[in-house]
């Protein structure tokens, strides 16, 4: 099956600082991407979908100038959260979608956990 | 918004016991898929349901999508200890690069 990758896998950083994750799809191409958050025995939470070579479009009440995400390339979505805080410490997910019309499975990456002192 | 729940929450089984899931959308989908998390792992595609009615089998987990396109289930036969995790149902309003919304979630311990 298709192999979606995250970088860091984890990370811990001063409140007040920003943190880029990387979402890369390693043997295919992803025109759309997803970004998913998820607390600790919580369900995952959409915050955004990622085009490539478009502006995301973000789910309501996720701030778009805190979450910057940039598709630059059709195996690479970058996540930056920027002036980190706390609250912001969580489990990061990206997927992307296999390229089936019909089966439209999602792949998901490994998972990047941050943590906000 | 679009709303998806599951029941129960938690469900701890003795070995070899069989174990349900529930899941129920607030609006018809066009399609609904059910992922597998283990702890501390990432969700893990099982199978994807699309037509009314439909019953698909992956040896002992068994999936149904109801008639009105807007509840699903999952039935695991004589469960192991490798079921262990979180299981999530995602429905989905469209096909290709649609979102998904995710379940509330199932995490099933098992008492070996």
């Known amino acids: 099956g298709a192999v979606v990758s995250q970088h860091p896998s984890w990370v811990i950083c001063k409140s007040g600082t920003s943190v880029k994750i990387e979402c890369r799809s390693l043997?295919?191409?992803?025109?759309?991407m997803f970004w998913y958050r998820q607390f600790p025995k919580q369900s995952l939470m959409l915050m955004a979908t990622?085009?490539?070579?478009?502006?995301?479009?973000?789910e309501q009440g996720v701030e778009k100038d805190k979450f910057l995400i940039n598709h630059a390339s059709l195996t690479l979505s970058t996540l930056t959260v920027t002036s980190a805080h706390p609250e912001d410490s969580s489990f990061y997910i990206c997927?992307?979608?296999?390229?089936?019309?019909?089966?439209?499975?999602?792949?998901f990456g490994p998972g990047t956990r941050l943590t906000v002192l | 918004g679009q709303q998806v729940m599951q029941i129960p929450q938690y469900q701890h089984v003795q070995e070899g016991e069989d174990f349900t899931t529930y899941c129920n959308s607030s609006?018809?989908?066009?399609?609904i898929q059910w992922y597998k998390q283990r702890p501390g792992g990432h969700p893990v595609f099982l199978i994807q349901l699309v037509k009314s009615g439909e019953v698909k089998k992956q040896k002992r987990l068994t999936f149904q999508f109801g008639e009105a396109k807007k509840n699903s289930s999952l039935h695991i036969t004589a469960t192991q200890t490798t079921d262990v995790g979180t299981y999530f149902c995602?429905?989905?309003?469209?096909?290709?690069?649609?979102?998904?919304?995710f379940g509330t979630g199932t995490r099933l311990t098992i008492i070996p």
């Open positions: 043997d295919f191409q992803a025109t759309t």
């Open positions: 995602a429905g989905g309003v469209g096909f290709g690069n649609e979102k998904l919304t």
């Open positions: 609006t018809t989908l066009s399609n």
């Open positions: 997927s992307a979608p296999g390229s089936g019309r019909i089966t439209t499975e999602q792949f």
């Open positions: 990622s085009n490539e070579g478009s502006k995301a479009t973000y």
